[in-house]
């Protein structure tokens, strides 16, 4: 793992040193540049002082986006004028690198707008025109609208998110520390690299705006690894095209919204994810007996909903699971695996319909919810045949083997819920 990191470090430490070059190496970009501040007020630069076609496109993007923006308190966007886009003291929260393979152009590749407190009625026609953004990160800011419709990467990136600040960083920070680039990123609770690899990787980090409407039915689509939207207003089903995330998707948050309708039966297909927490919406109907196929889940929290029926045994047995919160629920019975993990503390079903056992909602609150009436999600039911990678992950698992619950924080997602 270390090895792999400085790897990647390296790849990234790179990328900027050619960003670093392509800047300096360019005298009539520098001489522009100075001369665009200078006259940043009264001069509206053209295609032709932009490093190339795609920067001068994001910069269009750019400031459509600024001229949406309602509230600025902290007069960040005073910086994003002028064609120094990648520039050190321009463009506060945007990062730029160079495209892998073999174009080779330097573009805009990620977003930080962490507590800048920016307000916007939406992000439609912003993030979703920035094709080369991987990292989209803009916790507790006032955004609204629906989530933007992302479509694939059109270049092929890994993205790597790693937490905690190791020894091997300090330099890395000291070196480019203090720059408003990639360096701005180092400050975070978790680094940032973006190399090329085998995989596409996107992360929508959204916690705490005011998103509403429902996800977007292609969100399997967007090579999405990382996807945190607790605390917004979205509304309706998760969608079951989720499924189609099955080779990227690693953390998916959507705790406290007010999402409704059944688990989809294709969310049980997630089997890289290791986070998937739906706590705090209106979630209703039984879990999918698909659960059972999500191999790699570490947390799975699906607390505060209004859930029902039998707690399928299988899930209990996911050698990975570290963490299953249902409290809060209408649950009336649980099997023997899940049972032992009533009693290890690995699970959670306080505030339930659980004949039995302790801490239970009373028994008319029970009877009054049961005798409602109910959405029907056949989905729930069906049988399932996991697909074959879970199905041999399953295998190598003993079930001694189980992790001890990780640090909350060493989660990409839940540690930006925090910021
Ligand atoms: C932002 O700019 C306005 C007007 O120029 C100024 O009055 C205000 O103090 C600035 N706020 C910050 C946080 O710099
Ligand atoms: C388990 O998950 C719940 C819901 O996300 C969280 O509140 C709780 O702190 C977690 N427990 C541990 C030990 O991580």
Known sequence: MA??????????LLTLSLVAATTADDPSHSELSSKISEHSLSYSPQAQHFPNERLYRAYLVIQRFKSSITSDPKNITTTWSGSDICGKTRYAGFHCAITPGRAKILTVTAIVFNGFGLRAPRLHSFIDQLPDVVIFQASSNNFGGDIPHLDGLEYMYKLSMYDDLHDQYSETKTTIGGNVGIGRLFQLTYKVGINFGHSNGRALLLNRNSLSGPLPANLGISKLSYLALANNKLTGPIPSSIGQAKDSLLELLLLNNQLSGCLPHELGMLTKTTVIDAGKNQLTGPIPQSFSCLSSVEQLNLGENRLYGQVPDALCKLGRLANLTLAGNY?????????????????????????????????????????????????????????????????????????????????????????
């Open 331 to 419: 649950f009336s019975s649980v099997g023997p695996a899940c049972s032992a993990l009533v009693k290890d503390g690995v699970l959670d079903v306080k505030r339930n319909c659980i004949p039995g056992l302790a801490n239970q909602r009373a028994p008319a609150e029970c009877a009054s919810f049961m005798s409602q009436p109910k959405a029907s999600c056949p989905a729930a039911s069906a049988p399932v045949s996991c697909p074959a990678e879970a199905a041999a992950d399953a295998k190598k698992m003993a079930p001694e083997g189980r992790a001890a619950a990780k640090d909350y924080a060493s989660y990409v997602t839940y540690a930006t819920l925090h910021e």
């Open 3 to 12: 090895k792999y990191v400085s790897a990647s470090l390296a790849i990234l």
